[in-house]
Nanobody, 123 residues
Framework: QVQLVESGGGLVQAGGSLRLSCAASGRTFSNYAMGWFRQAPGKERDFVAA???????TLYADSVKGRFTISRDNANTMYLQMNSLKPEDTAVYYCAARQGWFRSPSRDEYEYWGQGTQVTVSS
C-alpha cells in the first residue's frame, strides 16, 4: 500500500523558516517525480515545487522561487526547506508523487497524495 506522510509543519513568525519532510512507503519511488502543493482556506490546491525522479531537476512556483528549496535524499524521502516565510504562505502543505521523470506543476498528474501538514505564518 502506497503511503505518503508529511511532517514538519507548525506555527512560525514571518521571516522564519520551516523544513517539511515527506516519507513515502509501499514501493520504490526512484522513477517517480515528487512535488509539494499547498491549499489555503477557501482556495484551490496550488503548485509549490517539484523534483524529478532520477534526474533531480527542480521546478518552483514564482511565489516561492528564491525562498523555498525542494530536495530528495533518497528515492523515498523528500524535503521542502522554507525560508523567509510570509503570512501568505499559510496553508496546508501536501506532498505528492507521480510515475515518470517529469516534475509536473499540474496537480491532476499526481497519483499519490499525503494527508497534509499545516503551516501557519504569523505577521
Amino acid at each position: 500500500q502506497v503511503q505518503l506522510v508529511e511532517s514538519g509543519g507548525g506555527l512560525v513568525q514571518a521571516g522564519g523558516s520551516l523544513r517539511l519532510s515527506c516519507a513515502a512507503s509501499g514501493r520504490t519511488f526512484s522513477n517517480y517525480a515528487m512535488g509539494w502543493f499547498r491549499q489555503a482556506p477557501g482556495k484551490e490546491r496550488d503548485f509549490v515545487a517539484a523534483i524529478g525522479g532520477n534526474d533531480r531537476n527542480t521546478l518552483y512556483a514564482d511565489s516561492v522561487k528564491g525562498r523555498f528549496t525542494i530536495s530528495r535524499d533518497n528515492a523515498n524521502t523528500m524535503y521542502l526547506q522554507m525560508n523567509s516565510l510570509k503570512p501568505e504562505d499559510t496553508a496546508v502543505y501536501y506532498c505528492a508523487a507521480r510515475q515518470g521523470w517529469f516534475r509536473s506543476p499540474s496537480r491532476d498528474e499526481y497519483e499519490y497524495w499525503g494527508q497534509g501538514t499545516q503551516v501557519t505564518v504569523s505577521s
